[in-house]
């Protein structure tokens, strides 16, 4: 009988450590108040208190808070793993995070214990991060001799493109990556060889600055490419698989891709993947789809539709986002700094308040 008792006494810490544990790794969402930044978690109880002067959101259990005039990394639990110390910090992407820490300039990253891993540096000559997420283990570097190449979480240079002449080089997606030559956009692999060769017009209209990629490469099979003042889409062999038609577009998420069919007007709607229009273009701004759902801007106000173009939270909000880990970040006042949270029947989680 104490045998069996030990034993339920056993199963029941367990099992109250792994629903301690799940807890603490569920995602947290960055709210503001008053100025200062927290976070709540999905069913909208403050789980870390407004007290920071800035904050990211949350990436691979950590997230970049700001105190005073440096950075440092809070966990779930609200606890610092990492020490403000950086004047400027990233969020971390597989295992590394890229920083520069206050009064030594140096731009380098760390693991996710605070620890030195690596600077992007490569011929001894002082290397840019353009992009500096990883993605699928690697991360673009350009230096100041104009050659692109790609360094590993080891902090070793893994494809070399200097014998390219590459002006241009962006993150790794469904293991290609594109790359820009002679003004021409095509595809390399992670031997840095050519599998889609350079004769596109575009790919991106972002700028080379200190950004994130967002909305390049390939997705579901799929990337959106400009050829002779339209956008299409080309599989993996470089085929184009929808013909070039669109004024705008996007990559496509969940089976749909937004795209505009009048740039004057900039109207989208979305198709599907065999470049059928699934959603008639009629709405000033859209997102993508993201859990079934995407916003659009309908008379100056935002709501959100599913897949069928239908309206499933009615448009009242000045701004949103897409969908992540069950809510949409919107707004209600032009400010950035004033958002709550909704669930997708468009129920406040977490509603403004300053």
């Not at 301690?20 to 709540?40: M, N, P, T, V």
């Not at 283990?137 to 070399?160: E, M, R, S």
Request: proline share 3%; glycine share 10%.
């Amino acid at each position: 009988m104490k045998r069996i008792v030990l034993l339920l006494v056993i199963i029941t810490s367990f099992l109250m450590s792994s629903v301690a544990f799940a807890q603490s790794q569920s995602y947290l969402f960055l709210i503001s108040e008053k100025g200062k930044f927290g976070y709540i978690d999905e069913y909208g109880k403050v789980v870390v208190k407004p007290t920071y002067d800035d904050a990211e959101e949350f990436s691979e259990g950590l997230a970049a808070v700001k105190v005073g005039d440096v950075w440092g990394y809070i966990n779930g639990n609200g606890e610092m793993d990492i020490e403000p110390q950086f004047e400027q910090a990233w969020p971390f992407s597989e295992g590394l995070a890229y920083t520069s820490v206050r009064n030594y300039g140096q731009l380098e990253y760390i693991d996710k214990s605070g620890e030195f891993a690596f600077f992007p540096d490569f011929d001894d000559s002082q290397s840019i991060v353009f992009s500096p997420e990883f993605s699928e283990g690697l991360v673009p570097i350009w230096d100041n001799n104009k050659k692109w190449g790609y360094f590993n979480n080891f902090g070793q240079l893994k494809i070399k493109l200097a014998k390219l002449e590459v002006e241009n080089a962006l993150s790794f997606s469904e293991g290609l990556a594109f790359i820009k030559v002679n003004n021409k956009w095509g595809c390399i692999d992670k031997d840095g060889d050519i599998i889609v060769k350079p004769k596109f017009e575009n790919h991106t209209d972002v700028s080379i600055q200190y950004i994130k990629f967002n909305n390049v490469g390939f997705s579901e099979g799929m990337a959106h490419v400009k050829v002779k003042e339209k956008w299409g889409y080309i599989n993996k062999n470089g085929d184009i698989v929808v013909e070039p038609r669109f004024d705008l577009a996007y990559p496509f998420s969940e089976g749909l891709a937004k795209v505009s069919m009048d740039t004057n007007r900039a109207r989208w709607g979305y198709i599907n993947n065999a470049g059928q229009l699934a959603i008639i273009p009629k709405f000033w701004d859209a997102g993508n789809f993201s859990e079934g759902l995407a916003y659009v801007r309908i008379k100056g106000k935002y709501g959100f539709i599913n897949k069928g173009g239908k309206l499933q939270v009615r448009p009242q909000y000045t701004w949103a986002e897409d969908f992540k880990n069950g809510l949409a970040r919107v707004g209600l006042e032009e400010s950035k700094n004033k958002w709550g949270y909704i669930d997708r029947a468009g129920e406040w989680i977490w509603k403004p308040i300053n």
